[in-house]
Antibody
Framework: QVQLVQSGAEVKKPGASVKVSCRAS????????MHWVRQAPGQGLEWMGI????????TYAEMFQGRVTMTRDTSTSTVYMELSSLRSEDTAVYYC???????????WGQGTLVTVSS | DIQMTQSPSSLSASVGDRVTITCRAS??????LAWFQQKPGKAPKSLIY???SLQSGVPSKFSGSGSGTDFTLTISSLQSEDFATYYC?????????FGQGTKVEIK
C-alpha cells in the first residue's frame, strides 16, 4: 500500500533552515509527482510547491520563491523540502502529498511540525 | 492566483442530516476540483477529485458536483465520524489553492 512517512518534529531559531523528508513506499517513486503543503496552527492549507521525482524539476509558489528548495533521492525514494531564513510565521505542520493523475492529491504524509522560536 | 471561497465557514448538524458545502472559484477551473476531510491533529484525507470522482475507499455517502466556477460537496447522511473540517482545492493552475475550510460540528 502507498505510504508517505515524514521526518520528526523540529525546533529552529529564527534565521535558521529546516529540511523535512518524506519517504515513499508502495509504488514506483519516479512515476508520481510530490507536493508540499503547510498548515499554520489553527489555519488552513497552503500549497508550497511540487517536485517531479523523475527528473527533479520543481515549481514553487511565488511566496516561497528564493526560500524553498525541493529535492529528491531516487535511491531511497525520498523527497526533501528545505525552507531557509525561518521566521516565526513559518511555524506550521508541513505535509507531503503524492500527485496522482493531473497532479491531484491522493495520498498524504502524516505531517511534520516545525516550530520557529527564539 | 485563483481564489477559492467556501460557504459556510461552519455549520452545525445532527447525525442523519444531509449536508451541503459549496465552493466557488474566482475563475473557471473546468473540473479540476478536489475535496479533503481533516480531523483535529490529523493529516487531510482525500475524498473527491475531478469534482465528482470518489477517491478509492471513500464511502458513497460523499458526493461532489459542479464544473467551471461553482462546486458542491454533499454528505447524504451525516455520521459521527464525519464531523471534521472540509477543504476544497483547485488544481487547474499553479499555485494550487485551497478554500478556507468548512467546519462541520455536532448540533
Amino acid at each position: 500500500q502507498v505510504q508517505l512517512v515524514q521526518s520528526g518534529a523540529e525546533v529552529k531559531k529564527p534565521g535558521a533552515s529546516v529540511k523535512v523528508s518524506c519517504r515513499a513506499s508502495g509504488y514506483t517513486f519516479i512515476s508520481y509527482y510530490m507536493h508540499w503543503v503547510r498548515q499554520a496552527p489553527g489555519q488552513g492549507l497552503e500549497w508550497m510547491g511540487i517536485i517531479n521525482p523523475s527528473g527533479g524539476s520543481t515549481t514553487y509558489a511565488e511566496m516561497f520563491q528564493g526560500r524553498v528548495t525541493m529535492t529528491r533521492d531516487t535511491s531511497t525514494s525520498t523527497v526533501y523540502m528545505e525552507l531557509s531564513s525561518l521566521r516565526s510565521e513559518d511555524t506550521a505542520v508541513y505535509y507531503c502529498a503524492r500527485g496522482g493523475t493531473n497532479q491531484r492529491f491522493d495520498y498524504w504524509g502524516q505531517g511534520t511540525l516545525v516550530t520557529v522560536s527564539s | 492566483d485563483i481564489q477559492m471561497t467556501q460557504s459556510p465557514s461552519s455549520l452545525s448538524a445532527s447525525v442523519g442530516d444531509r449536508v451541503t458545502i459549496t465552493c466557488r472559484a474566482s475563475q473557471g477551473i473546468s473540473n479540476y476540483l478536489a475535496w479533503f476531510q481533516q480531523k483535529p491533529g490529523k493529516a487531510p484525507k482525500s475524498l473527491i477529485y475531478a469534482a465528482s470522482s470518489l477517491q478509492s475507499g471513500v464511502p458513497s455517502k460523499f458526493s461532489g458536483s459542479g464544473s467551471g466556477t461553482d462546486f458542491t460537496l454533499t454528505i447524504s447522511s451525516l455520521q459521527s465520524e464525519d464531523f471534521a473540517t472540509y477543504y476544497c482545492q483547485q488544481y487547474n493552475r499553479y499555485p494550487y489553492t485551497f478554500g478556507q475550510g468548512t467546519k462541520v460540528e455536532i448540533k
